[in-house]
């Protein structure tokens, strides 16, 4: 039996110290043929720190991992569909893009987080509007999960969150003039000021501050008109902004 057969043997002996030895052995060898093996074990494996070992593993097999990780999005378990999704993200190609968009829909929150993350790690800047619709989860931990996904890199993003201050959904909005203030975008000023009158209070506060943020001689001028706000929550914020212009 050849080294890299034994080694997959191995990947179900019952001492968990051998599996996590012939894991690291396949992936330093590169047989393709331990592939398949490794992904069927990151599925059964009862051991965090062998998995993390079959992560690393599947990683140094980079982009043929990722067909035989696909295999299993549609497991009934959610912790196999979170698996395969965080060592797609891990191995960071283009190829998983379709696979982590689609576990974007996943029933599970944990599994759409980890696919947020992962198309941060495939590249944060490209997959932006996909991502920005995700503001919409209902689950807070996601759309966390993607402002900390997009927040680095606003700057580089301000079209897709221009374009996202206008979607239907009200956290869109939100996120969208929190990120249009991160980035300091001077072309959104009068857009953000039209959406201090918006339907919801969240989006308006939003927008006040975004301008707060941008700070330019247009914003500021806003920022002062907003202290007559109808919305004493208004008036209040855009106040507390005004002492970082000059009267």
Known sequence: MTDTMQDIKNLSHNDANIRSQAVIALG??????????????????????VREDITWALVKFDEMSIEPLATHLQHTSDDVRHNAVHVMGKIGSEIARPYLVAALSDSVARVRQKAVVGLGQVDAASNASVLIDRFADDNALVRDAVMDVLAPIAASITYEARQGIHQANARVRENCAALLG????????????????????????????????????????YVFQLSDHQQPMIRTLAKNLRKRFKQ
């Not at 398949?36 to 494996?45: A, N, Q």
């Not at 000023?189 to 969240?202: E, K, M, Q």
Request: contains cysteine.
């Open 28 to 49: 330093q060898m590169g047989d393709v043929r331990a592939v398949s093996p490794l992904v069927d074990r990151l599925i059964h494996e009862p051991s965090l720190a």
């Open 182 to 221: 991160m980035a300091q975008d001077r072309d959104s000023v009068v857009a953000l000021y039209a959406l201090c009158d918006d339907d919801y209070l969240d989006v308006q506060m939003a927008a006040v501050q975004a301008l707060g943020e941008i700070g330019t001689a247009q914003a500021a001028t």
